[in-house]
């Protein structure tokens, strides 16, 4: 069983800068596709990036391309997701997330298609 464990979140001003980190446990994190997804107050829970098993390909939501980079660590069992340029909009808990299947095309966007879930960290981004 994968146990995924969020860090990192917390308050930045629009235009700032934050780095939030998920640990994975178990030996075969490398096999597991990773994502990110984030839920605003009174909105849809929506996907924010992926990343295949080998970190060689990237998948990202419209609203954050050009200012989110995901990356993953396999040596430490980490994702990353760095996120800049931050706007009020991207407050919302952001959730980790790993797919036991190899994820393709648009099966990266569904939340449905992801196995485990963390518990979230809040991000709030002040005006």
């Known amino acids: 069983q994968v146990q995924l464990v969020e860090s990192g979140g917390g308050l930045v001003q629009a235009g700032g800068s934050l780095r939030i980190s998920c640990a994975a446990s178990g030996r075969t994190f490398s096999s597991y596709a990773m994502g990110w997804f984030r839920q605003a107050p009174g909105n849809e829970r929506e996907f924010v990036a992926g990343?295949?098993?080998?970190?060689?390909?990237?998948y990202y939501a419209d609203s954050v391309k050009g200012r989110f980079t995901i990356s993953r660590d396999n040596a430490k069992n980490t994702v990353y997701l760095q996120m800049n340029s931050l706007e009020p909009e991207d407050t919302a808990v952001y959730y980790c997330?790993?797919?036991?299947?190899?994820?393709?095309?648009?099966?990266?966007?569904?939340?449905?298609?992801?196995?485990?879930w963390g518990q979230g960290t809040q991000v709030t981004v002040s005006s």
């Open positions: 997330v790993s797919a036991d299947r190899r994820l393709y095309g648009s099966r990266w966007y569904l939340e449905n298609n992801y196995d485990h």
């Open positions: 990343i295949s098993t080998s970190g060689l390909t990237t």
